[in-house]
């Protein structure tokens, strides 16, 4: 697609985004330098996360890794331990790993060739031209949903941006758009504008810089394209997770326990878990009686009220269950651990929510095995987990 009528019109429409970049771009802390690992670390925990859920992560990050070495250094359980609330675990496997890599193969920087980048652990072909255009000026262009959105209204065009071929087109013009003198300032501009003015719903066309230029303004398709995309209804899941407690206010985790366990988990430390399909206490004591070789009759699993846990297609219900019992049962890859600790440990956000909802009933209820009398009842407070 034939874009502009001229290199002159091409030329101006780049200095008006720019300038608007410029006079108006957000004051994001990884916009403060342009040292390659922070830039990197920032577009890893970007991918799929909104940035106000990112911003409290980021900083404490580099305060504890402040370079790739110490990265590199680190323990993994460590790193996921910093990461952990942020959800996509895998990311920061990945990230950990190349952080090895660059330290093992790179003396310590990021490399600067696309394909070095891309050979990288979790370096996809967006996160390599997000880090190497505004790290060290490469002329690459990205190429997100955000931006395809934005590059779509521009130029008027229909249909599943996702479809291979205009997928590919999109990845054409977005090069061909691309201000070859400030490369990272250009992709910058156009996610900034995609997050802030041409917005998925309501986009704010008296607002935007480029506005003159846009097709879609101009045919009034603005707020028609791109299409919304069919969503696949979400897949329902329940997950039964049981809280031993001894007297001590102690709580056994496993971790990594394997094929019976869900990846809601992460891999990370977890209370006892099962997908349940019917009678969830029952089907929860055959699965610790497995796990444990507990005799759970006895037993007793004192329900606690659902929670509600999303993630991307699937709508999952965890139903804590809570355990008291006299001594905690040995499992391999298991730890005692106290309840209101468990956020030192590298969790998923589905484990803080399970644990918060044994924290609220541990002060509604008085256990036999309890010395100290009850606390009035907390709300939840996953934070509280996280100290
Ligand atoms: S004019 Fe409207 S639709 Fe076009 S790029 Fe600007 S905000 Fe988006």
């Known amino acids: 697609m034939k874009f502009f009528p001229s290199r002159r019109a091409r030329t101006a429409f780049q200095r008006r985004l720019l300038d ?8 994001l802390p990884w916009r403060a330098s ?24 980021y900083g404490r990050f580099l305060k504890i890794f402040p370079t790739v070495e110490s990265l ?3 323990p993994q359980e460590k790193v996921l331990k910093f990461w952990s609330g942020l959800g ?12 090895r890599e660059v330290v093992a193969r790179h003396d310590g920087k990021f490399p600067r060739s696309l394909e070095e980048a891309l050979a990288l652990p979790g370096i996809g072909r967006y996160t390599a031209a997000a880090v190497l255009s505004i790290a060290y000026d490469a002329p690459l262009a990205v190429l997100d949903g955000n931006v395809a ?3 779509a209204r521009l130029g008027a065009i229909r249909g599943d941006l996702r479809a291979p071929a205009r997928w590919r087109g999109l990845g054409t013009l977005a090069q061909t758009l691309l201000a070859t003198q400030a490369p990272g300032d250009w992709n910058q501009a156009l996610m900034e504008l995609g997050e802030t003015v041409c917005t998925p719903q309501n986009p704010r066309c008296a607002a935007c810089p480029v506005s003159r230029a846009c097709r879609s303004r101009s045919l009034g398709l603005a707020d028609r394209i791109p299409a919304p995309r069919r969503k696949p209804a979400p897949v329902k ?36 878990a099962v997908e349940v399909a019917r009678h969830a206490a029952g089907e929860l004591a055959a699965h610790l009686r497995e ?3 507990l005799r759970c009759a006895p037993l007793s699993l004192e329900p606690l009220p659902a929670v509600r846990h999303g993630v991307t297609f699937r709508s999952i219900t965890l139903l804590p269950f809570l355990a008291r019992v006299e001594r905690l049962p040995a499992a391999p890859r298991s730890r005692a651990v106290a309840l209101h600790r468990l956020g030192r440990l590298p969790v998923s956000s589905a484990t803080r929510k399970i644990a918060a909802a044994a924290i609220v009933a541990g002060a509604r209820h008085v256990s036999p095995f309890d010395s100290a009398p009850p ?3 907390q709300p939840p407070n996953p934070a509280v987990l996280g100290s």
């Open 20 to 27: 608007w970049f410029r006079a108006h771009r957000r004051d």
């Open 34 to 57: 342009h040292d390659p690992y922070r830039v990197w670390v920032a577009e890893i925990m970007l991918q799929q996360t909104r940035i106000a859920a990112v911003l409290p992560y």
């Open 72 to 74: 590199a250094r680190a």
């Open 88 to 99: 996509y675990y895998s990311r920061a496997r990945n990230l950990h790993r190349a952080a």
């Open 149 to 151: 959105r934005v590059l």
């Open 237 to 272: 899941i329940r997950i039964a997770a049981a809280i031993l407690r001894d007297p001590r206010g102690r709580t056994i985790l496993l971790r990594d326990p394997g094929a019976h366990d869900h990846v809601l988990f992460s891999r990370m430390w977890q209370f006892p």
């Open 291 to 293: 796990l444990f070789a």
């Open 375 to 377: 606390r009035p009842p």
